[in-house]
């Protein structure tokens, strides 16, 4: 599937079970775009809050994500893969319902993973992602 992006394929193959969940397999990024690997970032604000739950840090994460991909004229639709870790099994519904509703189809490639922990106890979403963009 090509994306609105003429540099981009989303990449589901007939010959493998469809995703699990809103993302796709792989994503072909061509040859002339810039691209941006954001370190992972944490559900914290610009007030240092940590809010206590899941959903609210994950979408402090992707604003977090977005601040840094408007700082080089990006926005989330360039966004072609997401690395997320929540800190319990309970966490992961309510980042993929923050994630699905930002990132329609075709939805980027994604991993989702449980994890033991992070640096600061309160942190229960950890997002990093890598965007993409043709050259203008």
């Given at each position: 599937?090509?994306?609105?992006?003429?540099?981009?394929?989303?990449?589901?193959?007939?010959?493998?079970?469809?995703?699990?969940?809103?993302?796709?397999?792989?994503?072909?990024?061509?040859?002339?775009?810039?691209?941006?690997?954001?370190?992972?970032?944490?559900?914290?604000?610009?007030?240092?809050?940590?809010?206590?739950?899941?959903?609210?840090?994950?979408?402090?994460?992707?604003?977090?994500?977005?601040?840094?991909?408007?700082?080089?004229?990006?926005?989330?639709?360039?966004?072609?893969?997401?690395?997320?870790?929540?800190?319990?099994?309970?966490?992961?519904?309510?980042?993929?319902?923050?994630?699905?509703?930002?990132?329609?189809?075709?939805?980027?490639?994604?991993?989702?993973?449980?994890?033991?922990?992070?640096?600061?106890?309160?942190?229960?979403?950890?997002?990093?992602v890598v965007a993409a963009r043709a050259n203008r």
């Amino acid at each position: 599937m090509t994306d609105r992006v003429s540099n981009l394929d989303h990449l589901v193959p007939e010959t493998m079970p469809a995703p699990f969940a809103a993302y796709s397999h792989g994503v072909v990024v061509r040859t002339g775009s810039d691209m941006v690997f954001c370190s992972g970032q944490l559900g914290i604000g610009p007030d240092a809050h940590v809010p206590e739950d899941a959903a609210a840090q994950a979408e402090l994460c992707f604003e977090n994500v977005r601040s840094i991909l408007t700082a080089c004229g990006m926005s989330l639709a360039d966004v072609v893969r997401i690395n997320a870790f929540v800190t319990d099994r309970a966490h992961m519904r309510p980042y993929m319902n923050v994630r699905d509703r930002l990132f329609p189809q075709p939805a980027p490639a994604s991993t989702l993973m449980i994890v033991s922990g992070f640096t600061r106890e309160e942190f229960k979403v950890e997002v990093e992602v890598v965007a993409a963009r043709a050259n203008r």
